[in-house]
C-alpha cells in the first residue's frame, strides 16, 4: 500500500512541475504588452515557422551564463554564417604575432626556394605586402615549392555553384592580387587587372556584366552593361596562375616544383607579411571570407610549418573550447560552411572570452559599429554615437548577430541573436533586434 501511495506521489508531482513549465512557456509566448528584456525577446521572436535564439549576459560577470539577462532557445543549435569569423578572430588574435608571416624562403647554390603561408594580403591592393615583394625583386633565381591541388580550393560544405562571386574567392597557400581580377569601365570600355587572362567580349543589355567560365580563366565582359563600378570576380588560381602573374610583376622567369628536392625545406627563413589587425578589420567589417579561411592557413603555416585549417580548429576544440567539444560543431574559418553549428551560448562564452583579454575600446576596434562601419552601418545607429559592437552572419533563410552593446547605465551587455529556417528578406528581423536592442540600452 505504502509503495502504491509513492507511485501516486510521484505521479502527481511530475505532473505538476510539467504544468507549471508549460504555464510558463504558454505565458511567455502569450505576452501582449512585454514590460521587461526577456518579455521582449519573447514577442518579439516566438514564431512557429521559425528557429530563432538569443541570449544575453552582463560583461565582466563570471556567472553570467548561469544567471543570464535574457535566455531563449540558448542551448539549441544555429548555422551561424560570419558569426563564425568571431572564432577565426579569437585564433589570429591568441596565435600571430602583429605581422603575418608573409612567405618562407630557403636558399642553395643561388636558388632561392620559395612557398606560401596562406597569407591573402600579397598584391592585394587594399593592403601593404611591400616587404615580400621586395623580397622576391631582389632573388635572381626564383623557385615555388608547392603540392596544393585543385580539391583544396574550397572549403566543406561550401556552395559550389557561388564559384564567379567575390565572397567565394578560391583558397590558396599563396595568393595573389587577393586570388580576384578587378574590372571597371573607363571612356566606354572595360579595364581588368591584372591582365594576362583570356577575355571575351559581348553585347547584351540583359546579360550580366562580366562572368567567369566555372573552370577555367576564361572571362566575358560585357560592353553593354560597362560601369564605372569596380567588380572582384574570382579567378582559378594553380601554380601555373601564380608563377605566370608574379613573373609578370617582378620581371623575372618563375619555376615551381610540386615536392621539394633533397635538402630544401631543411630550414625555412620568413618574410614578414601584411599587418594583421589590418587584416582582421577587414575581416570583421567587410566579412570577407577570403580572409578569413586564409587567416587560419597562416595560423597552421606559423605553428607547424604546414596548411591544414582542420588542424587549427582541432587544436582550439581540444584546448580553448574544450568545453563544448561535444555541443558545437565548427568546420571552416569564414561561416560558409552549412556544417557549422553553434549556440547563442557559446557566442556569447566566446565573447566573454575576448573580453576578458584586452581592454574594451580596443577590442570593440575590432568590430563593425552599428550606424558607422562595416555591416552594421545603416543599422543600430545612435546619431554617430554607436552602442552596438557586433559581427553579422548571413546566408539564404541564416541572419545571425553577435556581439556587445552599451548601455546608458554604463554597463556592457553581451548578446548573440542567432535566426535560421525563415523565407525572404532579413530585414523583419533587424527590425525585430533594433527594437530589442534599443530596449536594452534604454533600460537595462
Partial sequence: MK??????????????????????????????????????AWFLFDTASVHSGLFVIEAGKGDGQKNPVIDYNSR?????????????????????????TGLKYHQ????????????????????????VLTFLQKQESLVFVSDWGSDQRWGSGWSWDDYPYYYSTQLSPFPIYGNMIRAWCAEGE?????????????????????KREENSNIFQLNVARCTSDTLRIPFVWDQDVLTTLLADTIHQKIDWVRKPTADVGRSWSSIPGTSRDTMLRAMMYDSDNMIAEQLLMNISSVLWDTISTARVIDTLMETDFGAWKDKIKWVDGSG???????SPRFMTELLHQLYHSMPQQKLLSYFPA??????????????????VFAKTGTLSGVHCLSGYLLADSGKTYIFSFMHNNYLGSSTPFKEKMQKLLNYMKENL
Avoid at 502527481?12 to 509566448?29: E, G, M, T, V, Y
Avoid at 551561424?80 to 604575432?97: D, G, Q, R, V
Avoid at 591584372?194 to 556584366?209: H, K, V
Avoid at 560558409?336 to 553553434?342: E, G, P, R, V
Wanted: charged share 15%; with cysteine; glycine share 10%.
Fill in 3 to 40: 509503495k502504491y501511495y509513492f507511485i501516486l506521489l510521484m505521479s502527481a508531482a511530475i505532473l505538476s512541475f510539467l504544468c507549471f513549465a508549460c504555464s510558463s512557456s504558454r505565458n511567455l509566448s502569450q505576452i501582449t504588452n512585454p514590460k521587461t528584456a526577456e518579455e521582449w
Fill in 336 to 342: 560558409l560552411s552549412i556544417y557549422n553549428k553553434f
Fill in 108 to 131: 642553395k647554390d643561388g636558388v632561392t626556394w620559395f612557398k606560401g603561408t596562406g597569407d591573402p594580403g600579397f598584391l592585394d591592393p587594399r593592403f601593404d605586402s611591400d616587404d
Fill in 76 to 100: 539549441s543549435l544555429f548555422t551561424p554564417a560570419s558569426n563564425t569569423k568571431i572564432l577565426t578572430l579569437y585564433a589570429a588574435l591568441k596565435f600571430l604575432p602583429d605581422r603575418l
Fill in 190 to 210: 572595360w579595364q581588368v587587372h591584372p591582365t594576362g587572362f583570356i577575355l571575351n567580349w559581348i553585347s547584351d543589355g540583359d546579360y550580366f556584366r562580366v
Fill in 370 to 387: 552599428g550606424g558607422v562601419r562595416g555591416t552594421i552601418s545603416s543599422w543600430y545607429g545612435n546619431g554617430g554615437q554607436p552602442y
